[in-house]
């Protein structure tokens, strides 16, 4: 994989984090799922006016993904309901990489080699390792947790691939995703305030300073991902994407105070020999 796309995409891996870790911040989580969501509309706005929308080709896979983003907003926002991030984020992230290699592979024909796929299976072994607690692997997670944590994880793969074709075929990634988060930003906003009301306006009056973070980390994490996904192959971004758990390990530990283990020490060493195996490929 070319230096600078991998590069990039760890860049965004660590934007994701960023987010991800703001959802667990003084808010709710579907509260702060929906403002993310609505913010990343507004923010995405001003970039549609300007560059216009995508091509006629291009409108059916966004109009998927945006279905399946909301899909995925609400069920991290439950996972996170019943779980840490330290945990949750590892399960919902890391079979996700696994299931889209295969799909891609079935689907687009894409082939990875054997650095490539070995890349991609000790990266997902590496981040599922994270959500072990010690030597006991989920003893104290909730089932819940468990269950929307691996539907997220599906809703991932699924958009990843839709996102990766679609962009494609749209000739325009940077048009393919401020129209996909327009659209998204929207609905959300209109599920938001269907689900919590009025009190959604005034909470976002109340935290907007970190909806607007959360909306700019989130919108440059995804763009560059899909951008990325049209000069490289879809499975080892998606994989790379993936990394974005250490940095959710250390903001677990540093702002949330989530525990220290050494079984994710030697998670995060799997996580980068995975790393040095994509670049490889």
């Known amino acids: 994989m070319d230096l600078f796309v991998f590069l990039a995409v760890l860049a965004a891996a660590a934007f994701h984090a960023g987010w ?23 923010v995405a706005v001003p970039f549609a006016i300007v560059v216009g929308p995508p091509s006629s080709a291009a409108w059916p ?45 079935v689907w687009l024909g894409e082939g990875l080699g054997s650095y490539g796929w070995a890349g991609v299976i000790v990266l997902a072994a590496g981040i599922l390792l994270l959500a072990f607690r010690g030597g006991r692997a ?16 599906l809703t991932i793969t699924t958009y990843t691939l839709v996102d990766g074709v679609g962009a494609r075929v749209s000739g325009s990634p940077l048009q393919y995703t401020v129209w996909l988060f327009v659209l ?3 609905a959300m906003a209109i599920y938001g305030f269907a689900r919590i009301g009025r009190r959604l306006v005034g909470d976002f009056a109340a935290n907007w300073p970190l909806a607007i973070a959360g909306a700019a980390l ?6 560059i991902a ?20 250490l ?18 020490f030697f998670a995060a060493c799997l ?4 790393l040095v195996l994509v670049r490889l490929r």
């Open 20 to 42: 991800n870790a703001l959802l667990k911040l003084n808010l709710e989580p579907i509260v702060a799922t929906s403002l993310v969501a609505a913010a990343s509309g507004i």
């Open 271 to 274: 996580v980068l020999a995975g």
């Open 247 to 264: 940095f959710a390990a250390l903001l677990s530990t540093v702002l949330l105070r989530e525990p220290v283990l050494p079984a994710r």
């Open 218 to 223: 989130s919108t440059a994490a995804y763009g």
């Open 61 to 105: 896979y966004v109009l998927a993904s945006v279905a399946i983003h909301i899909v995925y907003y609400l069920a991290l926002a439950q996972a996170y309901r019943f779980g840490d991030l330290g945990q949750v984020y590892p399960i919902a992230r890391g079979t996700a990489p696994l299931m889209t290699a295969v799909l891609a592979t």
């Open 226 to 245: 899909i951008w990325a996904m049209t000069v490289a192959p879809i499975a080892l971004v998606a994989a790379l994407r993936e990394t974005s758990v």
């Open 184 to 186: 998204s930003g929207a």
């Open 138 to 153: 989920l003893e104290r997670f909730d089932a819940r947790s468990v269950g929307f944590a691996l539907l997220t994880s």
